[in-house]
């Protein structure tokens, strides 16, 4: 590749007849499906330069072999404090650790999204960049860092990957590269409603399942999906389109000296300020980038103080909501001058918690209802405050399905299914029950669910009781972190159960974790090497690596948030 960079004019003359032209490798590494949309993009403008291209989910990627690609492309998103995505972890593990493969043929590029509401803002695809550098790849292309507000940026990029791309290699004839695309994708059954087309549904039941003292609201949504024929499976989840409350707006828009009436422009638009901030942006969630932005508008004293130090700005955003920083340093602004500061809206994503082999027309989930408080005033989370408190019986609910082939069910029914799923995480296991009983699957199944109190936070007791005397669900453990004087925690539940945890591995078992991302899934992460190790008779470094060896399985899956 060296030579050929040297003689570009040459280029086609020193590969190999077009048959073998070098395939273009793109890995779609994806959280929320963001990725995936980019990736399905690219792959499209790809095909359409007549590129012979291979698109690839990263869970199914065979990375051992990852030193024989000749042109490789990565679109990533990042996750939790800094993560790959949940289907890239193996890979990304696999690239740091000592077995990672020289890269001297490879030539690739990095495609990043993520959200800068987060400190560890793309650190996924910032890792996969310098790494294939640092194993001796070639950059084709300067990686691109993108917010919530992705699309525009990935446009461009696109167009500049394909035409660089299009400087290595000699177009394909067509239906060349259509069989190898083709043959690579798999195309998930098309639904007419997406993200950007959503179905819109009704609100059947809003129920608050958990006690009267306890200190979380844990609502169970059912959303009535109508004769719109919406097909969802276990494990995927629900997007949510929320509105923003009308008296947030209110006050937002009051403090900033304004009246709400204002004519703005949304996506070619003109509609009133408080419409265009109630439905169009991201109200609730504050950054370091809109804190400086904010700052330099006002020039306030105490808030550019803020932003000369990163570590005070980016505690500042994640505590001050951006009613409460207007409020902190009150300012005048234009309509235009706001909304030019704020982020646009994203919908919510929710784990759905039924089986439509059981709810049918209906889709369930369960919200736990962000509140807190600052200096008294009550605050909400824009989505789950709309869904607990706003949206009423048989209001409208704009929503989609995202799909998520990385947390599945195991195609073998009888293979035993391992859950852990502390908090509301517990609510595709509801689905992965429904699903099974309906499905008469006849292996065994272990839940491991926790929460602070027993007689408040057990979330759909009644079911999960059910189940156990029906012999559905073999095994529950629960650890009321609260009911004593130390903590207990699902992790300390795995420890204790070891030994029968170790055996049902042995026999094949699926364990699937689900909830926070941060400090749960990290602990039991673990905890599940120290079972595999004690009990495997293992080193911590071999455990490690069998833990690898389950999530390419898919014996190992996580839905983590
Ligand atoms: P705590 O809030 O009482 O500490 C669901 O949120 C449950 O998960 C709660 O019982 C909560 O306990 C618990 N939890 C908090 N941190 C955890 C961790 N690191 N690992 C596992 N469970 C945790």
New binding site residues.
């Given amino acids: 590749w060296g030579m050929i960079n040297q003689q570009p004019g040459n280029v086609a003359q020193m590969l190999p007849a077009a048959a073998e032209a070098p395939v273009i490798t793109l890995i779609s590494a994806s959280q929320t499906g963001n990725a995936r949309r980019v990736s399905e993009q690219l792959r499209d403008d790809l095909l359409a330069a007549k590129l012979n291209v291979n698109l690839v989910n990263a869970g199914d990627y065979k990375f051992k072999q990852i030193a024989q690609e000749k042109l490789l492309i990565v679109v990533t998103s990042t996750q939790g404090e800094g993560e790959p995505p949940e289907e890239a972890v193996a890979l990304h593990k696999f690239l740091f650790s000592k077995k990672a493969p020289k890269l001297t043929a490879t030539a690739f590029a990095v495609f990043s999204l993520g959200d800068t509401s987060y400190e560890f803002f793309c650190q996924s695809g910032k890792d996969f960049d310098s790494k294939l550098a640092e194993l001796g790849g070639e950059r084709l292309l300067e990686r691109v860092d993108t917010d919530v507000e992705f699309q525009p940026a990935a446009a461009e990029w696109r167009a500049k990957i394909v035409e660089v791309l299009k400087s290595r290699i000699p177009a394909e004839t067509p239906a060349q590269a259509a069989v190898t695309a083709t043959g690579a994708v798999n195309e998930i059954f098309s639904s007419p409603y997406t993200k950007e087309a959503p179905l819109t549904a009704t609100l059947a039941v809003n129920q608050k399942i958990t006690g009267r003292d306890s200190e979380k609201d844990v609502r169970h949504i059912e959303i009535d999906l109508g004769d719109s024929g919406l097909r969802y499976q276990p494990g995927d989840a629900l997007g949510v389109w929320y509105q923003n409350d009308p008296a947030l707006v209110k006050e937002l828009v009051e403090l900033l000296w304004l009246k709400g009436d204002e004519s703005v422009t949304v996506d070619g638009k003109t509609l009133p300020l408080s419409e265009a901030l109630e439905w169009h942006f991201e109200l609730t969630i504050n950054t370091a980038n809109i804190v400086e932005k904010y700052a330099q508008i006002t020039r306030n004293a105490a808030l550019l103080d803020l932003v000369g130090d990163k570590t005070k700005l980016q505690h500042f955003a994640q505590n001050t909501p951006i009613v409460d920083m207007v409020r902190y340093a009150p300012d005048e602004l234009t309509a235009e001058q706001l909304i030019d500061l704020l982020r646009p809206l994203t919908p919510r994503l929710y784990s759905i918690a039924s089986s439509q082999a059981e709810a049918e027309t209906e889709v369930h989930i369960t919200v736990g209802v962000v509140r807190y408080d600052i200096e008294g005033r009550a605050r909400t989370g824009g989505a789950s405050g709309f869904l607990a408190d706003r949206l009423e019986e048989d209001g409208e609910v704009r929503v989609f399905i995202e799909h998520n082939d990385n947390f599945r069910l195991p195609a073998n029914p009888e293979a035993p299914v391992i859950m852990i799923g502390?908090?509301t995480g517990i609510a595709p296991f509801r689905a992965f029950m429904q699903q099974r009983e309906n499905d008469g699957a006849s292996g065994k199944n272990w839940l491991f669910f926790?929460?602070?109190h027993f007689t408040d936070d057990f979330l759909y007791q009644v079911e999960w009781q059910r189940y156990v005397k029906d012999g559905l669900l073999t095994n529950i453990d629960l650890a009321w972190?609260?009911d004593q004087q130390h903590?207990i925690?699902?992790?300390d539940k795995l420890r204790e159960k070891g030994a029968e945890l170790w055996n049902w591995i042995n026999e094949g078992a699926h364990i699937y974790v689900c909830g926070d991302a941060n400090?749960?899934a990290k602990?039991v992460e673990q905890a599940l090497l120290e079972v595999v190790a004690e009990f495997g008779g293992m080193d911590l470094d071999s455990a490690d690596e069998f833990l690898s060896e389950l999530r390419v399985e898919r014996r190992y899956q996580r839905d983590v948030y």
Avoid: L, T
Wanted: proline residues 14%.
């Fill in positions: 502390p908090g926790g929460n602070p972190s609260r903590k925690y699902v992790q400090r749960m602990d």
